[in-house]
């Protein structure tokens, strides 16, 4: 059980990065996969008023603020036409529609969790975040960075013209991923990610059905290091048959 000795409702961001540069203090995000930890946090920050809640649009871009929620994903009309459904089918397994609707962006991507649908899309749409200490920088990068003490404000996914798949195996239809598989295909080429192997997701370019071969998989109660890299395999190939229809 989490016990929070102090809770801040943050009023700027400025206010928010000073909060969390202690290591006993933690961003709330939508509070569903913290308040599962053991221990105790001294300060919670909460990001609710720095209006971190909305999907912006431009000419060549989506910026999602951090506290957008999973069912905004979900649900919006132009990430939908975007990833061809694609977007919307990352989410749709994420435990429930009362838990996607606190379930937050911010918290999902800073999280970097091994198991993270979220992070696998974001990952195959070339997605960069934005810190509000360590500026902007790839989802990649960052997803392999050990940053822990920042603040994260918004996803940015460009709007290039791709075409987008997203697969998972799951043991039953909610539960977490055995293995996740994103990918897009744009004039550059196939960009797939693998998460849940079950460490963090990675990308892969170029021959990627080749390249799968040299992940690591590891084993956990819900599968097996052979039992993932077999359905990797499986995933890649119907998802690059799906690019190509």
Request: aromatic fraction near 6%; proline fraction near 2%.
């Amino acid at each position: 059980m989490l016990s929070i000795k102090n809770y801040v409702r943050a009023q700027s961001l400025d206010e928010a990065y000073a909060l969390c540069q202690k290591k006993s203090s933690a961003v709330l995000g939508g509070m569903l996969w913290l308040k599962m930890q053991r221990g105790g946090v001294d300060t919670a920050i909460d990001l609710s008023d720095l209006g971190l809640d909305k999907i912006e649009e431009t000419e060549s871009e989506y910026r999602l603020g951090a506290m957008v929620t999973l069912r905004e994903l979900e649900k919006h009309p132009g990430l939908d036409a975007l990833t061809q459904g694609a977007m919307a089918e990352s989410v749709r397994h994420i435990v429930g529609v009362q838990f996607r609707n606190l379930a937050t962006v911010g918290g999902s991507v800073f999280g970097r969790f091994g198991f993270s649908d979220v992070l696998t899309m974001l990952l195959s749409l070339e997605a960069r975040v934005a810190l509000h200490g360590a500026g902007i920088m790839s989802l990649e990068d960052f997803a392999a960075s050990g940053i822990r003490r920042d603040i994260l404000t918004h996803v940015i996914i460009p709007k290039t013209p791709r075409k987008c798949v997203y697969l998972s195996q799951r043991n039953i239809s909610t539960d977490f991923p055995v293995l996740t598989c994103a990918l897009s295909r744009s004039d550059e080429g196939v960009l797939c990610a693998v998460g849940a192997r079950p460490g963090r997701a990675v990308c892969l370019r170029g021959d990627v059905a080749k390249l799968a071969d040299g992940l690591v998989f590891g084993s956990n109660t819900r599968a097996s290091a052979d039992y993932r890299r077999e359905i990797c395999r499986v995933l890649i190939r119907r998802g690059l048959e799906r690019l190509e229809g």
